[in-house]
């Protein structure tokens, strides 16, 4: 089997095409008035004439080889299609001020903090958790604070996915362009979750709402976003991180030195509660142990679809038997063109 692994790169050929145009209709700019053309005699085409068409026609299909070998031709040497089943998951994760709580940190009896965690680490290493669970899954990644952002579509490509989850991150006092970035959109994170899975073909499409569960901003209601994803057949799995109440929080001083404060935070079960329930989701909270497992179990009797992929295994790259003759003709072309009609084409 063979094919092209950047097709795209065909485009250049239609300035080349255009530049083969150009050289190839020069008309004649210079000539000799003679008259008695009887006296000259038979006229014989020079050699320098012969390449004056020819030189440029090499330099041209010189290039045209070199465009071929860059979108890379190859020969497939060994494929393999695997059925797999999947389900469609797209994990909502809030990153709000109100996620930069340490209240999940690791505690010394005393109550000194062990290990400063705060609650987006958390929900980071619950989310690296339940990618590894789920190796043949979809799985998209979408965040939000004051307003969504989707991070990842679905993909099976989980080390791509990894490396997003690791690049969230809570904004900074320098980085804050807005204070409504410190806030929680819950709605707009979940319209925008709903509305990239609407082309999934999975039969089984669901999201995963990681938040401290108070909406207190965006454009889109709750409510509504919880009529789509049920409209769309999503079912919606919450989970609550944190406690309502005072947590600590590290911040920077005059001297820019890291110091603890407190702030007042609130987990809102009853809205993740109700997300959960009207969708045919179920709600759990990360304090819980077996929470997380109870959900991974509860998402695996869900309807799996079965698709087919394409692995290749083994592949023959051609481009050097284009490349080598394709430079060698622009070296030629090019360079012959230059000493004999002091032109590059």
Not at 2 to 30: D, G, N, Q
Not at 112 to 135: C, G, H, N, Q, W
Request: charged share 25%; with cysteine; proline share 4%.
């Amino acid at each position: 089997m063979f094919r092209f692994a950047s097709p795209l790169l065909f485009v250049l050929l239609i300035p080349l095409l255009v530049a083969a145009w150009r050289v190839y209709r020069r008309s004649i700019t210079k000539a000799y008035l003679f008259s008695p053309t009887h006296s000259m005699g038979s006229m014989r085409r020079s050699w320098r004439i012969a390449l004056t068409g020819t030189l440029p026609f090499l330099t041209l299909i010189g290039m045209a080889l070199s465009i071929i070998a860059l979108a890379r031709p190859q020969t497939i040497l060994s494929i393999t299609k695997q059925t797999q089943d999947v389900i469609a998951v797209q994990m909502v994760v809030d990153v709000s001020g109100s996620m930069k709580a340490l209240d999940l940190s690791d505690m010394k009896p005393n109550g000194e903090i062990l290990r400063p965690k705060t609650r987006l680490d958390v929900v980071k290493a619950m989310f690296e958790r339940f990618v590894d669970s789920r190796p043949d899954d979809l799985i998209g990644l979408v965040t939000f604070g004051g307003f969504a952002t989707t991070r990842c579509p679905l993909t099976t490509d989980h080390d791509v996915l990894r490396h997003v989850l690791s690049g969230v991150h809570l904004p900074k006092a320098n980085e804050i362009i807005d204070d409504e970035e410190m806030l929680t959109a819950i709605g707009d994170g979940l319209a925008t979750g709903a509305a990239r899975m609407r082309e999934s073909e999975s039969k089984s499409r669901i999201m995963v709402l990681l938040s401290d569960g108070e909406s207190n901003t965006g454009i889109i209601e709750p409510a509504d976003a919880v009529r789509a994803a049920s409209e769309l057949g999503i079912k919606v799995y919450t989970i609550g991180v944190g406690s309502t109440g005072t947590a600590n929080v590290m911040q920077k001083d005059r001297f820019g030195r890291d110091v603890l404060a407190t702030m007042r935070v609130e987990l809102d079960e009853e809205e993740l509660k109700m997300i959960a329930a009207q969708t045919g989701g179920r709600y759990f909270n990360v304090r819980d142990e077996d929470g997380l497992k109870a959900a991974l179990e509860d998402i695996d009797s869900l309807e799996k679809t079965t698709i087919e992929r394409e692995h290749f295994h083994h592949y023959d790259e051609r481009f050097p038997y284009f490349l080598i003759p394709g430079l060698a003709l622009i070296v030629f072309g090019t360079g012959l063109n230059m000493l004999t009609c002091r032109r590059l084409l």
